[in-house]
């Protein structure tokens, strides 16, 4: 459901039916309390971001930073480094050319 920050205050607030049904979507369990607090919190924050949008920017730079930040990129070049064997031999695990570290997604094909 859509809403646009330019409505009133009375529109922003969001339900708690909202909430519930947002949280059953995440498969999240909200206990009454806290379906009624998250409202709460969240129809605060459109509230706030209502009144953020009634601010005049005009002539104001967009930022990405609070304070300028200089971050120079460093070339991309091969410097020196470990030949295999050396990178190899501080591995807790290797085969062949290879780390070999545990699964992290089952494959089904165990066997």
């Known amino acids: 459901m859509a809403r646009s920050i330019e409505n009133s205050a009375a ?12 949280a059953e979507l995440a498969r999240l369990y909200l206990s009454p309390d806290e379906v009624e607090r998250t ?12 009144t953020l949008k009634r601010v005049d920017v ?3 730079e967009p930022t990405v930073h609070a304070v300028p930040q200089d971050s120079p ?26 780390f070999v570290v545990p699964a992290i997604f089952e494959t089904g094909d165990e066997g």
Do not use: F, N, W
């Open 39 to 50: 409202a709460s919190e969240l129809s605060r924050i459109l509230e706030y971001a209502a």
């Open 11 to 22: 529109q922003l607030a969001i339900a708690p039916d909202e909430v519930r049904t947002t």
């Open 73 to 98: 990129l460093r070339d991309d070049v091969v410097g020196p480094h470990d030949d295999l064997a050396t990178a190899l031999r501080g591995a807790p695990l290797s085969q062949d050319r290879y």
């Open 58 to 60: 005009t002539g104001v």
